[in-house]
């Protein structure tokens, strides 16, 4: 078993999966699990890209709380998707030492102009992961989505991603 199968197990056995699939109730778990509460904001793609994140997202850890940002065009799985990549980042533990801590950058001050720049921890988008990081996140959020459209099963875990190797 490979270091990023095993991380991705043990994610997926901290905060299980719901059957059937409902993302709000997983965000509800994740936050559980987390003990702060995960909000979305949906922003214009032009917002967003101005952020250097494209057409992607960006997650804003605050003091208490956490903030993804995504694209408002993204629907349906395209939106789940991106949503949990951001979530991958956190359930793996990424940027742990990294991110714009204690500022919050221009960009994304316009995107979330609510937002006291004195509650952000880190503000972690696409410039602030190596490419390993965005990889595993971006694996995370596939295998995620794959997994959670299969026949229901007793038990839930990523171990079936290992058949025929």
Known sequence: MTSMEARFGDATRTVPLPNPWNLTA?????????????????????MLAETGCGIGGLW?????DDIIVYDAD?????????????????LLEHGKDGGSGGSLPPSVAVI???????????VLGRDEFD????????VFADMTLV????PRRRRRSFRWF???K
Do not use: F, Q
């Not at 997983?26 to 032009?46: D, E, F, K, N």
């Not at 993204?74 to 956190?90: F, K, Q, S, Y």
């Not at 997994?147 to 299969?150: D, P, S």
């Open 26 to 46: 997983y965000l509800a778990a994740v936050a559980t699990h987390r003990g702060r509460s995960i909000s979305l904001h949906p922003v214009p793609t032009t």
């Open 60 to 64: 804003v850890a605050r003091k208490h």
């Open 74 to 90: 993204a629907t349906g799985r395209h939106a789940d998707h991106i949503i949990l990549h951001e979530i991958g980042h956190m």
């Open 112 to 122: 979330l102009p609510s937002i006291s720049p004195h509650s952000i921890e880190r």
């Open 131 to 138: 490419a390993d990081h965005e990889r595993e996140a971006e």
């Open 147 to 150: 997994y959670a459209t299969l």
């Open 162 to 164: 290992r058949r025929g």
